[in-house]
């Protein structure tokens, strides 16, 4: 399985408007490609940790996104809703982090 992880801050100055347009072209993303297995959202929680004084302020919310593998993933970035969900992330975010993980279980974090 391959998780696409978006970390994102939405714009200070994001009007209501264009904040439900780029829900929308998400929602829309997840639902007509077919390729997406599985879709997690959340809103980040602070509760005094010690490692959040550290952690640069660069998101407000995840978006994990799990495909049976690594061609699921470029068939869903290559999708046109796609296209238009990467056209509404560049208005609505003032910052984003993006990575692709294969996943697999606690044994492959030994060295290879």
């Known amino acids: 399985m391959v998780s696409h992880v978006v970390l994102m801050k939405p714009r200070s100055d994001l009007s209501a408007a264009d904040r439900d347009a780029f829900v929308s072209a998400f929602e829309r993303a997840m639902r007509e490609i077919a390729a997406v297995r599985a879709v997690r ?19 407000d919310y995840l978006a994990m996104i799990d495909f049976d593998d690594l061609a699921g993933l470029q068939t869903y970035l290559r999708h046109p809703a796609h296209v238009e969900l990467g056209a509404r992330f560049g208005e609505a975010l003032s910052s984003a982090l993006v ?7 606690l044994e492959d974090l030994v060295a290879r």
Do not use: Q, S
Request: no cysteine; proline share 4%; net charge negative.
């Open 41 to 59: 959202v959340g809103r980040r929680v602070r509760h005094g940790a010690g490692y959040e004084t550290g952690a640069p302020d660069a998101a």
């Open 99 to 105: 990575y692709d993980f294969e996943l697999g279980a």
